[in-house]
Structure formats: C-alpha cells, structure tokens
Nanobody
Framework: QVQLVESGGGLVQAGGSLRLSCAAS????????MGWFRQAPGKEREFVAA????????SYADSVKGRFTISRDNAKNTVLLQMNNLQPEDTAVYYC????????????????WGQGTQITVSS
C-alpha cells in the first residue's frame, strides 16, 4: 500500500509558474517509477510527465515539453513538477501516481494515485 499526497496547486496568470509536490509514504519510494497526469473538466485524464525510480530518465507529453520539469528526491520521498509559462489550457486537476513499468504514458499501468490538486490558469 502507498499513499500519495499532492500539494502546490492554485490560481496563476498565464505565463506564470507553479511547482507541484507529491509526498509518498507506505513503500520504499526509491523502488518505483512515478508520473503526473491531469484531467480538465469534460476531458479524459492525460499523461503529463514521468520519471524512473533513479531519476535518470524522464518523459513528457508534447504539450508540456520545454515548459514542465519532473524531478524526484528519494531521500525525501517526494516527486516534483515544476511548471513554467503556464497557459489556460493547462488548467486541470493534476494527479501524482506510481507503478508504471513499461509505458509511462499509459494510465492503466499505474496502481496508486493521489487525490489531485487543482491548477487554474487565467488569461
């Protein structure tokens, strides 16, 4: 069993930045790959970014490449998502998740999810 708790959401103007944090507990954090997804109203949940257990490899959705950066601190059981140059289309609930093995963008590979944190970007 693992618990994931996101924080850092809020309201920001277009062009601004936010940093999301996901605190994990309950398992050996450093053994597991992590990811971020988001879901906007009326839309399906979509992949944002992922990172391997060591932090050595990352992957991003095309829509956020060059603007978002995922990182992790295994000593603190935390995964971060730095979001720069936010745009209104980034408005969504952002979820932290763990468990992927092969395909980081496939939500079905994740078996534990946080409760989500709201990001709202105003134009």
């Amino acid at each position: 069993q693992v618990q994931l708790v996101e924080s850092g959401g809020g309201l920001v103007q277009a062009g601004g930045s936010l940093r999301l944090s996901c605190a994990a507990s309950g398992r050996t954090f450093g053994n597991y790959n992590m990811g971020w997804f988001r879901q906007a109203p009326g839309k399906e949940r979509e992949f944002v970014a992922a990172i391997t257990r060591s932090g050595g490899r990352t992957s991003y959705a095309d829509s956020v490449k060059g603007r978002f950066t995922i990182s992790r601190d295994n000593a603190k059981n935390t995964v971060l998502l730095q979001m720069n140059n936010l745009q209104p289309e980034d408005t969504a609930v952002y979820y932290c998740a763990t468990g992927w093995l092969i395909s980081p963008s496939n939500s079905y590979e994740y078996n534990y999810w946080g409760q989500g944190t709201q990001i709202t970007v105003s134009s």
